[in-house]
């Protein structure tokens, strides 16, 4: 899967207000800026694109734009946010993916997904079933999906202590290969593929993200970067620690296609 774009949104003034259950303190809006900006020259590093939406203080959650969209294969699903406080961010990102996606469709009621929860992984796609994705919003996406010839595995997370959605603890690292955080070590829903464990301690870490050969992940993660390049990957880190507080990783600060 070569990624050629990326669409992003920076945090908003109002972005200490966005949900959390992290406990790690207020962020310091310059700095997650700052944070922001590395993250984009990243994805510039990676070769792609990048369109830069506004910041929108109506949203303080607004900067984790990939729970707005699920993007496979020519297909752009509208997803329908679990949290009522998100709802309104996905008009934007409609708009946005518009000339790129012209024949979009949507999550409806009562379905809820958070793209957060959704996992692509080659020709498969795994959907977290979390307190934001709900069963009927899952099999929604999974009938989306299938149209593309794309195959769909759900994975109830509900229950597993601070983790918001289904990439908070697992990340694909191309071809069969998965790297699951300890809650998930043995699911059945991962058999047959192949696993790298993230060591414990280094959970926040498995919300790493592949892309053009790259695995971008957060820094201050030595023992899983280190697994990484072990089985060849190159790896770019960098501090997420005020996305962090606000329970985002990663992955759901641009949309990628
Ligand atoms: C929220 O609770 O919705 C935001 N504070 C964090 C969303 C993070 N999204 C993600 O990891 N995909």
Same mark, same amino acid.
């Given at each position: ?64 734009? +990939?729970? @707005?969209?699920? #993007? $496979? &294969?020519?297909? =752009? ?97 191309? +071809?069969? @290969?998965?790297? #699951? $955080? &300890?809650?998930? =070590? ?72």
């Amino acid at each position: 899967m070569t990624f050629t774009r990326a669409l992003v949104r920076p945090p908003a003034s109002t972005f200490a207000d966005g949900l959390t259950t992290a406990g790690l303190g207020s962020p310091d809006l310059p700095l997650a800026l700052a944070q922001h900006e590395a993250y984009v020259k990243a994805l510039e590093g990676c070769g792609l694109s990048v369109t830069r939406l506004p910041a929108d203080d109506r949203f303080p959650d607004s900067t984790f734009v +990939e729970d @707005t969209a699920v #993007l $496979a &294969r020519g297909l =752009a699903v509208l997803c329908r946010p679990g949290a009522p406080s998100r709802a309104g961010e996905v008009e934007a990102i409609r708009t946005a993916l518009e000339s790129f996606f012209p024949s979009p469709v949507a999550i409806e009621a009562p379905g809820t997904v958070d793209g957060g929860d959704v996992c692509e992984a080659g020709d498969h796609v795994f959907v977290g079933i979390s307190e934001r994705t709900n069963e009927a919003g899952a099999r929604q996406l999974a009938a989306h999906l299938a149209t593309r010839g794309l195959g769909t595995t759900l994975v109830d997370v509900r229950g597993i202590p601070g983790l918001l959605h289904l990439k908070s603890g697992i990340a694909w690292l191309g +071809e069969r @290969t998965l790297a #699951l $955080a &300890r809650p998930f =070590a043995g699911r059945p829903e991962f058999a047959g593929w192949d696993v790298l464990d993230v060591p414990a301690g280094e959970e926040y870490a498995a919300n790493a993200v592949l892309v053009n050969g790259r695995v971008l992940l957060a820094s201050g993660y030595p023992r899983f970067e280190t697994a990484l390049r072990a089985l060849g990957l190159r790896t770019v880190a960098f501090d997420m620690s005020e996305f962090r507080k606000l329970d985002g990783g990663l992955s759901c600060l641009s949309l990628r296609f």
